[in-house]
């Protein structure tokens, strides 16, 4: 009786291990509909580390221009090149898309020492080691962080001198509520449409001459951890301006160029909003 | 640590407090440290050193057993880890701790276990310390006999994912059939016959906005082994369930694997034949790990597993997405006193393995091959793809010329897929041609030397590479050796890796130091394969047990 007691828990388990399997017949997505934000919406920051020698990494960039379809203006992606991968070479990967603070975020957050790609959203999970997401994480974290109300909201103007190929930038961050914590603020310059090789493992061959880049960071305006908007204790409606210029170097398009400014908490390293213009709009 | 082991035996409660009593303590120690060092030649410079400049990985593990109680833990340091592990395993702390105790035929664990359900290929859990692996469960295990030669197991846990736990959790059961022993009647048969099954299924929370994906993933196995006389033959075939991950892109394809053998052994002769089908088959227990640290299974990489140095530099690992291949092995033993077995006989090896990518077409014409989202791909299970990963055939003749001396010789020939099996270095497929003769002179009693010559031949990749290697052994004692490496054959640069190394044992405690530089490649144990950087330092090895 007692061997028969066992046999029959054992055939229990093996009952619920064959029982615990979801098929899915399909469709195997969901349209995901996103409430339109007319004024004043969360954005969120999508850092996405990447390499031009990365042969996983175009994977990670169609993620991120997938989400930038799904969610509109409410998604800021930033292809940060830095690590191994990113190095430059004689032969083919000449291009050198790194930028100082680009590597300092690297070396601090760890992303290329994880392998690349992956990416972070608003940084949030820092300093665990959650803070670093495979590509195919970037949306639930997304769908989650935009459950929120905004904390901040950034307005920023922009005026480029086609003379001086320079740029000319204003910032207003208002404050949407209360936050007793130091922030910062960061601006940097984005370029898409570049063409230059890149490794991609589906592709043949797999260094492609002409990929398309884009999003790359090509400058911080702010250093690598951005410029402090002077307090440690916020209240809702408190309005704090900023101003800032760049010469834009001679290769860079402007027309394909894009400002981005995100406020971070400068403790945590947590980023509460994000923003996006174009420069020549 | 003491308060923990003595935790974990109170635990056990007072029912085994008799058999404990009566028991055995018993462990391990491995230290394994380098001090690296900038060098020119290799293109390390201080920027590329570790900021440690000196690492260690070091473990030890203390086990307490009775004759149906154990109780036992590891603590790991690796402050900091190694270059070429991964830096998630940085830090100290108890990494697997378990008690498991016997009573009524019904043996259970708690905590921490391996298992490994037939071949594996539908759940393995193990650890292979040299490429820095340990996918252990925590969680708990039954393991019943309810009657003769019939065998169950269950269990439920969550993998090591370094020094934290993957997010899923697998249930997994197996169970196994011995007829000869089960049936009295077949109980001298000459033909022996186990049968066995298995069904794992692994649960993760979906919280994609996308993709619908399957919480509960499950997998089942079937397999038998037959002995009869000289002969074994075996099979096991493996189904998945749509299990969307970024290994496979996230596609809803199904995954199945099948691994055959047939084997044939007497005196001074063997042979075996095995082959392989995958389609599809990583199964990790967190579906947005690409890497194999959470392996829930394990896919044989079916190649030859090398020793020689040269002969590693070029090691297999298995595509999980997709692969057929087979392998073969003859040996055999020319007798002593023909001709070509001199006095005391000569010993042939040699072994053919290859792989190839398996057929896939397109599910419709809109759809790409593995587009995420979608099924994927059909495959037609017979047909071959058209891509060649890896081809390998190795013959190796030893023979013992006199009393002291000793000579082996090995001819490998490669074909390297570099794309598909490296994939972050491109050099199309290499085909390399390695020779190696090995010496063994025994000077006088306890002093014996080994020397080995070794050369690669390749136009791809780094070009030719050449090796010699003189060991001195005085047992049971001491040895030293001296061995280099030199790719003379690299036209971007012609680098010497040099090394030297001292050793000391006594009892079971052995002490290692070496110094030279490390080529940069992948080091692989059967199919699965880590990084190991370029370096150059200082390296101690101590191990000891008790």
């Known amino acids: 009786m007692r061997n028969l007691k066992y046999l029959f828990a054992f055939i229990g388990a093996f009952a619920i291990s064959l029982a615990s399997c979801d098929v899915i017949e399909g469709p195997f997505t969901e349209e995901i509909v996103v409430g339109e934000c007319v004024e004043k919406c969360k954005k969120i920051l999508l850092e996405d580390y990447t390499g ?60 290329s020492t994880a392998g690349n790609p992956n990416g972070m959203v608003n940084r949030a999970g820092y300093p665990e080691s959650d803070h670093i997401l495979q590509h195919s994480q970037w949306a639930q974290k997304v769908q989650q962080l935009l459950q929120a109300e905004p904390d901040a909201y950034i307005e920023l103007e922009a005026n480029y001198n086609a003379s001086t190929h320079s740029v000319s930038i204003s910032s207003e961050t208002e404050i949407l509520q209360s936050i007793s914590a130091p922030l910062s603020l960061n601006i940097i310059l984005t370029e898409s449409g570049i063409i230059a090789y890149q490794t991609d493992y589906t592709a043949e061959p797999m260094d492609v001459p002409d990929y398309e880049h884009n999003h790359v960071m090509r400058k911080s305006l702010t250093g690598t951890w951005g410029t402090d908007l002077g307090q440690t204790n916020y209240t809702d409606g408190d309005l704090i301006n900023k101003s800032f210029s760049a010469n834009l170097e001679e290769a860079w398009i402007a027309e394909n160029m894009s400002i981005v400014a995100f406020i971070s908490n400068t403790n945590t390293y947590e980023i509460i909003q994000a923003e996006e213009i174009h420069i020549t709009e | 640590m003491k308060k923990i082991l003595y935790g974990l035996l109170f635990c056990a409660g007072s029912i085994f407090a008799q058999g404990i009593q009566n028991g055995q303590l018993n462990g391990n120690f491995q230290s394994n440290s380098q001090v690296y060092y900038e060098d020119a030649d290799l293109g390390i410079s201080t920027e590329n050193l570790p900021s440690e400049r000196f690492l260690t990985n070091s473990f030890a593990n203390i086990i307490y057993s009775t004759s149906n109680f154990s109780a036992g833990m590891r603590y790991e340091a690796n402050q900091n880890s190694l270059l070429g592990f991964d830096k998630r395993y940085n830090g100290e702390g108890i990494t697997y701790r378990y008690a498991q105790f016997n009573k009524d035929g019904l043996d259970i664990t708690v905590g921490n276990f391996y298992e ?240 190839y990518s398996i057929h896939k077409a397109q599910i419709d014409e809109d759809t790409a091959l593995g587009e995420s989202g979608t099924l994927g791909y059909t495959s037609d299970f017979f047909k071959l793809g058209e891509e060649k990963y890896f081809q390998e055939f190795s013959i190796e003749l030893s023979r013992k010329v006199n009393r002291k001396l000793r000579l082996v010789g090995s001819y490998i020939n490669t074909h390297y897929n570099s794309k598909v099996i490296v994939g972050y270095d491109y050099h199309g497929m290499i085909k390399a041609n390695i020779v190696v003769l090995e010496a063994q002179y025994k000077l006088k009693p306890k002093h014996s030397i080994r020397t080995e010559i070794q050369h690669l031949s390749t136009e791809q990749h780094e070009g030719n590479w050449a090796m010699g290697l003189v060991e001195y052994t005085v047992s049971p004692h001491y040895f030293f050796a001296f061995q280099n490496l030199y790719n003379y054959g690299n036209e971007t640069k012609k680098v010497h890796y040099p090394n030297i190394s001292a050793g000391y044992t006594k009892g079971t405690t052995r002490f290692a130091l070496g110094y030279g530089k490390q080529r940069q490649g992948i080091f692989c144990v059967g199919g699965v394969c880590r990084e190991v950087p370029k370096s150059n330092g200082i390296s101690l090895s101590i191990t000891s047990s008790f």
């Open chain 2, 116 to 355: 490994q359900f037939g071949s594996g290929m539908i759940l393995r859990a193990y650890e292979e310390r040299n490429l820095g692996y340990d996918n252990a469960f925590e969680g708990i295990r039954l393991k019943y006999s309810p009657f003769k030669g019939i065998y169950l197991k269950s269990l439920v846990g969550k993998q090591r994912l370094y020094f934290d736990k993957a997010e899923g959790i697998v249930r997994g059961f197996d169970g196994e059939i011995s007829l000869n022993e089960t049936f009295e009647a077949l109980s001298e048969a000459k033909t022996q016959i186990l049968i066995g099954g298995s069904v794992v299924s692994k649960f993760q929370k979906d919280l994609d906005p996308i993709y619908i994906l399957p919480e509960n993933v499950a997998s089942w196995a079937g397999r038998f082994n037959l002995y009869h006389g000289k002969w074994i033959l075996g099979a096991e075939y493996v189904y998945k369930y749509n299990d969307p991950s970024a290994t496979n892109n996230f596609i809803y394809k199904e995954g199945q694997a099948l691994l055959a053998n047939v084997s044939y052994s007497k005196k001074g002769f063997g042979f075996s034949l095995a082959g392989k089908r995958i389609d599809n088959m990583s199964s990790n227990s967190d579906r947005n790990l690409k890497g194999q640290e959470v392996s829930i299974n394990y896919l044989p990489a079916l190649t030859k597993q090398h020793a020689y140095t040269l002969a590693t530099i070029y090691p297999y690992g298995t595509i999980a997405n997709g692969e057929m291949g087979i392998q073969t092995e003859l040996n055999y033993k020319v007798k002593k006193g023909s001709f070509i077995g001199g006095e005391y006989g000569m010993g042939i090896l040699a072994n053919f393995s290859n792989a």
């Open chain 1, 52 to 111: 031009h020698k990365c042969g996983n990494c175009p994977l990670a960039a169609e993620k991120a221009v997938e989400l930038k379809e799904i969610y509109g203006d409410q998604v800021v992606p930033v292809a940060v090149h830095a690590g191994f991968f990113a190095r430059t070479e004689e032969s083919h990967f000449t291009t050198d898309f790194t930028t100082d603070a680009g590597d300092d975020w690297d070396t601090h957050f760890g992303n």
